[in-house]
């Protein structure tokens, strides 16, 4: 079974609209933490957003929040104000597994969106 | 800004022949990841390294690769003989594992087509 799991290969979405990408994934642990990255056609991994399985609030970073559901297993991406710099693949990721001074550290990546974003 | 740093950026080579990846990590981060990239498979783990010394490398081909960190500045992933299959990006990443909040820096990777 997958861990991660995105289901929109791809998504379209006008500037200056918000857009939320889906990202949904299975663990037993109780301790984890979800990660989003964005890799634009130039190849390289920029991180995004972390949250944490315990954190009680959604976690924002600018233009970028998180919804974290955990009862359900998602944590979408929104991304609101669109730009046309935010045309890019997109990918959820999740740590899981207890951190034993980082023994167990491992990043498994769903298999991503491509969001275009329209003028 | 700090950068992880991966070369070469692209690698020609023909089947057979002995392909070396190097990054070098952000100065002071404590961990380092090998990630190959392919269209079908994704983003597949394949090593990594907790203060030099490596803790899961299950994601590797055993037979044909290989993965070291001969200093704190310095890791490479070796494959030797390459094949064909092995067409990829290589993405190194470095990162100082926290108990939470861990952020990883990606390299730019190492574009590999093995003819």
């Known amino acids: 079974a997958q861990k991660i799991t995105q289901t929109q290969p791809g998504m379209f979405v006008q500037e200056k609209e918000a857009v939320t990408l889906d990202c949904t994934y299975d663990?037993?642990?109780?301790?984890?933490?979800l990660f989003w990255y964005k890799q634009p056609s130039s190849g390289e991994m920029i991180f995004l957003i972390y949250?944490?399985?315990?954190?009680?609030q959604n976690a924002t970073e600018g233009r970028y929040s998180l919804n974290f559901q955990k009862a359900r297993k998602s944590a979408n991406l929104v991304i609101s104000a669109s730009q046309l710099g935010d045309s890019a693949m997109y990918f959820c990721a999740m740590r899981e597994a207890r951190v034993l001074r980082g023994s167990n550290y491992k990043l498994t990546f769903g298999k991503g969106t491509l969001l275009t974003v329209n003028p | 800004d700090a950068r992880v740093t991966q070369t070469p950026r692209h690698k020609v080579t023909e089947m057979g022949q002995e392909v070396t990846m190097r990054c070098q990590p952000i100065l002071g981060h404590n961990t380092v990841f090998w990630y190959r990239q392919t269209m079908m498979q994704g983003l597949e783990l394949l090593a990594y390294?907790?203060?030099?010394?490596?803790?899961?490398d299950s994601g590797m081909p055993k037979d044909r690769f290989s993965a070291e960190m001969p200093d704190a500045t310095l890791a490479t992933l070796k494959i030797q003989p390459s094949e064909p299959r092995d067409s990829a990006v290589y993405f190194c990443a470095s990162g100082l594992v926290y108990p939470t909040n861990e952020k990883l820096f990606f390299g730019s990777g190492t574009q590999l087509s093995v003819l």
């Open positions: 390294f907790r203060n030099r010394a490596p803790l899961d």
């Open positions: 663990t037993s642990d109780q301790s984890y933490g």
């Open positions: 949250q944490g399985s315990y954190d009680e």
